[in-house]
C-alpha cells in the first residue's frame, strides 16, 4: 500500500475527507447532546402540502401541553415555516452567551422555526440541499430544549430532498402522516410512507385531517390498514378554524376532544414501538 507524501494532492485529499468525517461526527455529537433531554421526538408528515400537517403539529403539542406534558415544537419546513403564525410566536427566541438558543414560548409551549431567521415572512427562500442540511443541523445544534417529554416537529411535504435530509439529521421516533379523505391523497401519502419504511423510522399511525367535507370520510383509516399501520382518528373538517387567534384546540372542546383520543393513540404506537 502507498502512503500519501504531505504536499501531493492525494494527501491533501485524504486530510480534507478526514476533517470532513470529524467535523461531521462533531456535528451528529452536538445533536445528540441538544436532544438528549427529550424523551419523544414524532415528526408530523404528509405526501401532499396543504393537508394540514402545521395544524396537527400544532394543535397537537398544545393538547399535550394541556394534559401536563413538557411539549417543543420545531418547525423544519424550511420553504413554508408556518408555525410561528399558527403559534401566534411573537418574541424571538433569545440566544445565550454560550451561543445556546432559547425557543420562545407560547400557549405552554415551546417553539423553534427556520421562519424566525427569515427576514421578511412574504420572502422565499431558495434552498438547496446542503444548505438545507446545513441549517438543520445548525437549529438542532444550537436549540436549547431543555428537559421535554415531547418534541413535535412540522416537517417539508413530499418526498423530495427536505423532507429527506430532515429525516436524516434528526432522528425521530416516529412519524404521524397526516392524509385527507380523498382517494387520490392515499397515492401520495403510501408514498411517503414507504419513504420512512425505506430509511428504517417507524409511523406511529395515520390521521384524516379535513374530514367529514365534500369527499366524506374513511380514506385514512383504509390507508392505514392497508399499509398496516395504526389509525390514529379523524379530524373533522369545521369552520372552528377560521379564528386563527388561538390554535383550534384552545377554542373547541370537541377539537379538543379529537386531538386527545388521536394524542393517546399515538402514546400507545410510541408504547408498542419501544417494547419492539
Ligand atoms: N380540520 C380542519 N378543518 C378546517 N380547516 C382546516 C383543518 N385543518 C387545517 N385546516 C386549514 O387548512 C389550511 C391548510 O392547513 P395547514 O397549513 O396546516 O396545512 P399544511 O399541510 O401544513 O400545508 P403546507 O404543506 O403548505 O405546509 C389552513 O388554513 C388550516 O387552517
Ligand atoms: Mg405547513
Known amino acids: 500500500m502507498t502512503h ?15 476533517e470532513a468525517m470529524k467535523r461531521q461526527f462533531e456535528q451528529k455529537r452536538n445533536i445528540a447532546e441538544a436532544l438528549s433531554r427529550i424523551t419523544h421526538k414524532i415528526g408530523v408528515y404528509s405526501g401532499k402540502g396543504g393537508v394540514g400537517k402545521t395544524t396537527v403539529a400544532v ?8 394534559e401536563g406534558e413538557r411539549v417543543g415544537i420545531l418547525d ?6 408556518n408555525v410561528v403564525r399558527a403559534m401566534k410566536v411573537a418574541r424571538r427566541p433569545t440566544a445565550t452567551d454560550d ?8 400557549f405552554g409551549v415551546k417553539v ?3 421562519g424566525f431567521f427569515q427576514e421578511n415572512e412574504d420572502e422565499a427562500i431558495i434552498w438547496r440541499g446542503p444548505m438545507v442540511h446545513n441549517a438543520i443541523n445548525q437549529l438542532l445544534q444550537s436549540t436549547d430544549w431543555g428537559e421535554l417529554d ?3 416537529v412540522d416537517l417539508p411535504p413530499g418526498t423530495s430532498d427536505s423532507p429527506l435530509t430532515v429525516m436524516q439529521s434528526l432522528e425521530l421516533d416516529g412519524f404521524v402522516v397526516v392524509t385527507t379523505p380523498q382517494e387520490l391523497a392515499k397515492v401520495d401519502a403510501k408514498r411517503s410512507i414507504n419513504m420512512i419504511r425505506k430509511l428504517n423510522l417507524s409511523v406511529l399511525g395515520v390521521v384524516e385531517n379535513l374530514s367529514g367535507g365534500v369527499f366524506g370520510s374513511g380514506a385514512g383509516e383504509d390507508l392505514a390498514g392497508e399499509m398496516g399501520l395504526k389509525f390514529l382518528g379523524r379530524i373533522e373538517l369545521r369552520g372552528d378554524y377560521r379564528d386563527t387567534s388561538r390554535p383550534t384546540v384552545l377554542n373547541s372542546s370537541a377539537v379538543l376532544e379529537e386531538y386527545s383520543a388521536v394524542a393517546q393513540k399515538a402514546r400507545d404506537s410510541l408504547a408498542a414501538a419501544a417494547a419492539r
Open 150 to 152: 415531547y418534541l413535535i
Open 76 to 81: 423544519v419546513d424550511i420553504d413554508c415555516p
Open 4 to 18: 500519501p507524501q504531505p504536499g501531493n494532492p492525494q494527501a491533501a485529499q485524504a486530510r480534507a475527507k478526514i
Open 99 to 106: 451561543r445556546k438558543i432559547i425557543p420562545s414560548e407560547q
Open 59 to 66: 394543535n397537537l403539542a398544545v393538547t399535550l401541553a394541556q
Open 112 to 114: 423553534m422555526s427556520m
